[in-house]
Nanobody, 127 residues
Framework: QVQLVQSGGGLVQAGGSLRLSCAAS????????MGWFRQAPGKEREFVASISGNGDTTYYADSVKGRFTISRDNAKNTVYLQINSLKPEDTAIYYCAAAKYLSYGRSYSSESDFGSWGQGTQVTISS
């Protein structure tokens, strides 16, 4: 079973930047895709970005393309989400997730393909 521990987040002004981190343990990190999801108040959790195990394939939600960047450091068993040009509507709890299936060369955008979740971290954007 994989364990995911998130760090980063907090209160940021609109237009600012933030980096979220998620450290994984418990299984070969590079063999599995990783993803980021978020849940805003009163809304369902939604897909944000994902990255394949080898880091070559990434997917982004349309709402974050050009502003968010997902990356991973397989030597450190860590996945990152760099968030730029923050908007108030980016306010949410952000969750990292690990894919259920071996996914060295592919990734996913459906929540059902991810089986392990981080504890969540609050990101609040002030206008």
């Amino acid at each position: 079973q994989v364990q995911l521990v998130q760090s980063g987040g907090g209160l940021v002004q609109a237009g600012g930047s933030l980096r979220l981190s998620c450290a994984a343990s418990g299984r070969p990190f590079r063999s599995y895709a990783m993803g980021w999801f978020r849940q805003a108040p009163g809304k369902e959790r939604e897909f944000v970005a994902s990255i394949s195990g080898n880091g070559d394939t990434t997917y982004y939600a349309d709402s974050v393309k050009g502003r968010f960047t997902i990356s991973r450091d397989n030597a450190k068993n860590t996945v990152y989400l760099q968030i730029n040009s923050l908007k108030p509507e980016d306010t949410a709890i952000y969750y990292c997730a690990a894919a259920k299936y071996l996914s060295y060369g592919r990734s996913y955008s459906s929540e059902s393909d991810f089986g392990s979740w981080g504890q969540g971290t609050q990101v609040t954007i002030s206008s």
